[in-house]
């Protein structure tokens, strides 16, 4: 079986129970070293990438705690940070943050949190939306990159010059008055601000090289059409290129060597298949049940594939992921065997194999060929490959 770490950007997590492995038609898979007992720890994520970049929910921003994600049924958290409006459940995750935040990221997001407070209101948002939204082709998202990162450059050329030009005012002006989807500005800020925070902490010293920042990321899979529109994000090509612009425009000059569309992209790319939801912890292993409060992308949880029969549960702990061998599911795992979760957040236990696979199809973009689905339709089935 292929090493899947043989050509990685960054060291793909392993332990004693487990190594990702290259798995015909599917990618990469968590793949399991010996027999493993139902209950047994498979993994926990590194705190440093728990997680790489993260978005709560704006509606929720008084609710959740900006530390540990801990959200108590609506309750206001007392504890606050009023130059940037997070909230806290204890002093103790007030500290925290503040240790991973110096006065640039502090700064960097009071001055988001004031220009999300001066944007337009949500309604004229979905008003210019339903203007404006078009389906796009893979042609227009490249073109529409590449005239984003032209003005980008003059605004950067503004941002960093002692007398900007008349022209390159008015385009900072311009970039200012888009009006964003403020979760997509917000996640885009968070990712920025990993990249500058990993160059800290690994005195990277190569500004401007995203990959070399923050390598975890681009080691998962693209979606090549995370930008076309769609029901949840009508007009993303235009929100994550807003962002990058707004970005540029307003931030700090120690993060703008950051700001670059090549993070922006991958940004989204590589979490549209690989994001997490962030939801109430104590909830029952992957339940959609309780509040959807945000999402956020820890790469080391993101090589295991689906099973509509998952061998292994997960639970969030705070701001990590734990995953065990499920206590619901066969005795054992054979070593050799594959090691997976389900995306369909539980659902599946009660639906058949055709609305099971029409909802990953739907979600997910493949055609479950699980076991448990091919025993179900009586056979084998064209199946897509399942891409971790």
């Known amino acids: 079986m292929p ?62 705690c900006a530390w540990c994600f801990k959200y108590d049924r609506g309750r206001e958290w007392k504890i606050r940070d009023i130059s940037t409006a997070h909230v806290f459940c204890t002093t103790n995750c007030e500290a925290a943050w503040r240790r991973d935040n110096d006065e640039i990221c502090t700064e960097a997001q009071q001055t988001i949190d004031l220009h999300i407070k001066s944007q337009a209101k949500r309604k004229e948002h979905e008003k210019q939306i339903m203007e404006t939204t078009k389906l796009v082709t893979l042609q227009q998202i490249s073109t529409s990159w590449k005239d984003a990162e032209i003005l980008g450059k003059e605004v950067f050329a503004a941002r960093t010059s002692a007398n900007p030009t008349k022209r390159q005012r008015a385009l900072i002006r311009q970039a200012l008055e888009h009006v964003v989807d403020t979760d997509i500005l ?34 998962l899979v693209p979606d090549d059409h995370v930008f076309f529109d769609n029901p949840i994000t009508p007009s993303p090509l235009r929100d994550y290129t807003s962002a990058y612009l707004i970005l540029l425009s307003l931030l700090p000059i120690e993060l ?133």
């Open 186 to 219: 917000a996640y885009s800020l968070s990712g920025v601000l990993a990249a500058y925070k990993s160059n800290l902490r690994n005195n990277v010293h190569r500004m401007g090289d995203t990959r070399t920042c923050l390598p975890a990321l681009f080691e």
């Open 256 to 388: 703008q060597n950051f700001i670059t569309p090549d993070l922006i992209i991958n940004l989204a790319s590589r979490a549209a298949h690989n994001a997490f939801s962030i939801r109430p912890e104590g909830t029952t292993d992957g339940e959609q049940s309780g509040e959807f409060l945000g999402w956020g992308v820890w790469p080391e949880a993101s090589f295991f594939n689906h099973s509509c029969q998952p061998t292994v549960r997960k639970q969030r702990e705070g701001r990590t992921w734990s995953f065990y061998i499920a206590e619901d599911g066969l005795s054992s795992v054979k070593a050799g065997h594959q090691l997976c979760i389900t995306y369909l957040g539980g659902d599946e236990r009660n639906l058949d194999v055709r609305e099971r696979r029409n909802r990953l199809q739907e979600q997910w973009g493949f055609v479950c060929g699980c076991e448990r689905c091919i025993a179900e339709a009586g056979g084998p089935t064209r199946v897509e490959p399942v891409r971790a």
């Open 3 to 64: 090493d899947a770490n043989s050509s990685s950007l960054w060291p793909l997590p392993t332990s004693h129970a487990f190594v990702i492995a290259s798995v015909a038609d599917q990618g990469r898979a968590v793949i399991a070293k010996a027999d493993l007992d139902r209950g047994s720890h498979i993994l926990t994520t590194t705190p440093t990438l728990s997680p790489l970049a993260h978005v709560i929910f704006r509606p929720y921003r008084r609710e959740v």
